[in-house]
């Protein structure tokens, strides 16, 4: 099986589309098949390192639905995830009337796009769209192998330390600028912490190194890193914006608070805080307006901010709920419905490790799933166009271009049929 990523990460759009889109294909890589990611990582160093240590290509992405029929057929993909707001909306019904099974990942709209079946991993939910092909809500939610490997088994205890430790991070590239606004309402409470601050560009580093502190406040700017599992865990509090990262706050069991960066976050985020999982700083914009308002969303931050910082018990209630609602065998759901659709096909399956359903599993060097596909280790560098075939049959051989005609058009079929629904 073939699986094709399509989503971009930049200093603007930030990773967050990336980060669950590759979660996704963490799953689809243990269950054997081939994944490849197309898109632009413009600028983001981390984004890209994240592609090559999984032994993910990454080719340029396709604006046009003809564009993107002409990609999934010359990579020979037998699924298409879309993760993106810009992409032409007509995109997905294109590329299921070629036969291709579409997952459309998205928040809150499906944006007019006509896939086989539709994400919206966001807490509470309600999006237009047909229940027999909607995976809607927290229990899909897509959480990478270092998150889900790092989930504790039960809520953390009520701890009460003396200095507490506060984690700030806002996506892979901060494209809001919220850290330094988020520094400075931490440290104006006035309370004694060591706050660490996820660095996501330059400029950002550089205005942080600006923010007043008191006495007993410390700052440690870091860069991104592959060990924020470790330090969300070991953060006493932990501040972030409401996007994606949400999900894996919850999965951890963090107490954190959380602040809307940009518009489509809205919604997800007064659902969150209205059911008691994280606790809410306010909108970033209100919060930076140069007004009596956003005076007053200060300060109302501010007593947020102070009154987590001074109540483990406060800090150990929202961990505990938010541990609740999200159990890390999000995208295991979700591979399972798009086995489903490529079942109904006449795809068959690749082959899988027996493994609790969200944790990945290495496979040997060399190792071949049903297809003949190479496992994530032996294969992800081989061309293209490359398949490898069963034993004694020639590569293009007749039997396999009438295999591949007839699975074709048994996809059409099913894509015909879902439509209908």
Known sequence: MRVGLRCDAGPQRGVGHLVRSLALGEEFLARGARVEMFGSVESVAWAAAQLAARGV??????????????????????VMVLDSYELDPAGAGALRAAG??????VDGDTRGQDADLYLDQNFGTRIDAP??????????????????????????PVAAPTLPRVLAFFGGTDAAGAAPVLARLLFGTGLPMELTVVVGRPEIGAELAEV???????????????????????????????????????????????????????????????????AGVGVLPELTAD?????????????????????????????????????????????DAVLARLTAAGVPAPHRQPQPTGVAV?????????????????????????VQQPPGEPTGGPDHRQHQQGVRRQRRAAASECAKR
């Open 57 to 78: 290509p990454l080719h340029p992405g396709p604006q046009t639905p003809a564009e993107l029929v002409e990609t999934a057929r010359r990579h020979r993909l037998d």
């Open 100 to 105: 291709v099974v579409t997952l459309a990942v």
């Open 131 to 156: 229940a027999s092909r909607l995976l809607a809500g927290a229990e899909f939610a897509l959480l990478r192998d270092s998150v889900v490997a790092a989930r504790p088994p039960a809520p953390r």
């Open 212 to 278: 007043p502190r008191g006495h007993g406040q410390a700052l440690h700017p870091i860069p991104p890193t592959d060990a924020l599992p470790a330090l969300i865990r070991a953060a006493d509090l932990v501040v972030s914006a409401a996007g994606t990262s949400t999900w894996e706050l919850c999965c951890l069991g963090a107490p954190a608070a959380l602040v809307c960066v940009v518009e489509n976050q809205r919604e997800s985020y007064h659902r969150v805080v209205e059911h008691g999982l994280v």
């Open 291 to 335: 007004s009596a308002a956003g005076q007053a969303a200060r300060a109302l931050a501010g007593q947020v901010l102070s009154d987590l910082l001074t109540s483990p018990s406060g800090r150990a209630e929202l961990a505990g709920r938010a541990w609740t609602v999200v159990d890390g065998r999000g995208r295991g759901r979700v591979a």
């Open 362 to 386: 290495d496979h040997e060097p060399g190792q071949l799933g049903a297809e003949g596909e190479r496992g994530h280790h032996a294969g992800q560098d081989e061309g293209p166009d490359r």
